[in-house]
Each structure stands twice: as structure tokens, then as C-alpha cells.
């Protein structure tokens, strides 16, 4: 059974400080996709990231990064120099070739001005 | 705007009552998924097609629950003898193959 945790519910930050998001997760496959969601207030799921289960490059986009360790089977995103906008909840999710993705609780990010 | 979308956005209906959802994905994209996600949880995902196949139903989609995709286009969720549970948003996404899953904005289903 695949399961991901994330233990945080919700985190707030004041703008610009820098926030690190915790996920780990569990699958007994040896192929997998992890992945990133976004969901802010209207609701709408906006993919940022895939990570292919062979690729542990730390990937970095504008403000955002991310640090897959197999070791520790975590995958950790971190917003850095938080905005207002950056304001949503967050779905880390793994998945096997995509047709069924397992998604995380979310934590709920709150960037205060 | 090409994006996945669903139809309608909100939807309250009395316990007992059959209620219909409609999803039309992204024009090119040849799988399409449905997810429920209930208040605080992340979605769950409840099946999934690849053209008009249905190819893999969760244990969460009960005997109440039917879903089709008769063209491989749009896909419609139908919910039987609804019940107080069944009240969540219902979530269609698609894909081109292996490519991420693009969502739409949900339907959002009360039940009296």
C-alpha cells in the first residue's frame, strides 16, 4: 500500500521568511512519481512538480526547490522569500505511472504580510 | 480557456436523490480520472479511463456509483440514492498518458 504523510497541518510564515515543507511517504514499488500540488482558496489542484523515483537531483524553480532523499523516503519542498499569493494548501502526492496517485493530508500555508 | 472542466460547480440535493456530474478534459488528453476530496483530506481517487475504458475503480466507489466515458471525451460521475457521506467535492482531472494530471475546479455536493 502506498501512504504519504505530512505532518505538518498548517504552518504560518510572515512574508519573505522562508518555509520548508515536510513530506514522507511509504510504497513498496521500486518505480514511483512523486509529486507537488498546489490548491489555493478557489480551490483548483495546480501541478508544480514530478520527481521520477531514479532522478534524486534536488530541482530548484524560482522560489521553490526541492530535496528528494531516498534514504529517508522524504521529499521536502521549500518556498523561499514567502508572498501573500504563496497562501494555499499543499499536496504532496506519489504515484505509480500516474494512473493512480495517492495524495498526502496537505499543510495549509498561511504567508502573513 | 482549454482547461479540464466540470459542470456544475456546486450541487445540493436532498438525501436520496440521484445527482449527475459532468467533466470535460483537456481536448487531446486521453485518460481522465475522478477524485472525491472531503473537507481537510487530500483527494482520494475513485477511477480512471484511458479513451472510453474504464481500467481500475477504487474500493471507495461503491455500488451507488457509476461513471462513463461513452467517446473517450467527457465523462459524467453519477451518484445513486445519495447519502450524507457521499457530500464532498468530486474532483475530474486528465492526462496525456504519463504526463501530470491537469485538474478542473470541482464539483462541490451538499446533501441535505
Known amino acids: 500500500a502506498q501512504k504519504v504523510t505530512q505532518a505538518q497541518t498548517e504552518i504560518s510564515v510572515v512574508e519573505k521568511e522562508d518555509v520548508t515543507l515536510d513530506c514522507v511517504y511509504e510504497?513498496?514499488?521500486?518505480?514511483?512519481?512523486l509529486f507537488w500540488y498546489k490548491q489555493p482558496p478557489s480551490g483548483e489542484l495546480v501541478f508544480l512538480i514530478r520527481?521520477?523515483?531514479?532522478?534524486?537531483q534536488n530541482e530548484i524553480s524560482g522560489r521553490y526547490s526541492w530535496n528528494f532523499q531516498k534514504s529517508t523516503s522524504s521529499f521536502n519542498f521549500t518556498i523561499t522569500a514567502s508572498q501573500v499569493v504563496d497562501s494555499a494548501v499543499y499536496f504532496c502526492?506519489?504515484?505509480?505511472?500516474?494512473?493512480?496517485?495517492?495524495f498526502g493530508t496537505g499543510t495549509k500555508l498561511q504567508v502573513i504580510p | 480557456d482549454t482547461g479540464v472542466s466540470q459542470d456544475p460547480r456546486h450541487k445540493i440535493t436532498k438525501r436520496g436523490q440521484n445527482v449527475t456530474f459532468r467533466c470535460d478534459p483537456i481536448?487531446?488528453?486521453?485518460?481522465l480520472y475522478w477524485y472525491r476530496q472531503t473537507l481537510g483530506q487530500g483527494p482520494e481517487f475513485l477511477t480512471y479511463?484511458?479513451?472510453?475504458?474504464?481500467?481500475?475503480k477504487s474500493r471507495l466507489l461503491s455500488d451507488r456509483f457509476s461513471a462513463e466515458r461513452p467517446k473517450g471525451s467527457f465523462s459524467t460521475l453519477e451518484i445513486q440514492r445519495t447519502e450524507q457521506g457521499d457530500s464532498a467535492m468530486y474532483l475530474c482531472?486528465?492526462?496525456?498518458?504519463?504526463?501530470?494530471?491537469?485538474f478542473g475546479d470541482g464539483t462541490r455536493l451538499s446533501i441535505l
Open positions: 482531472a486528465s492526462s496525456w498518458d504519463d504526463q501530470p494530471q491537469h
Open positions: 510504497t513498496r514499488d521500486t518505480t514511483y512519481y
Open positions: 520527481r521520477n523515483s531514479f532522478d534524486e
Open positions: 502526492a506519489l504515484g505509480g505511472g500516474y494512473q493512480k496517485v495517492t
Open positions: 481536448s487531446e488528453h486521453n485518460r
Open positions: 479511463f484511458q479513451n472510453e475504458a474504464q481500467l481500475e
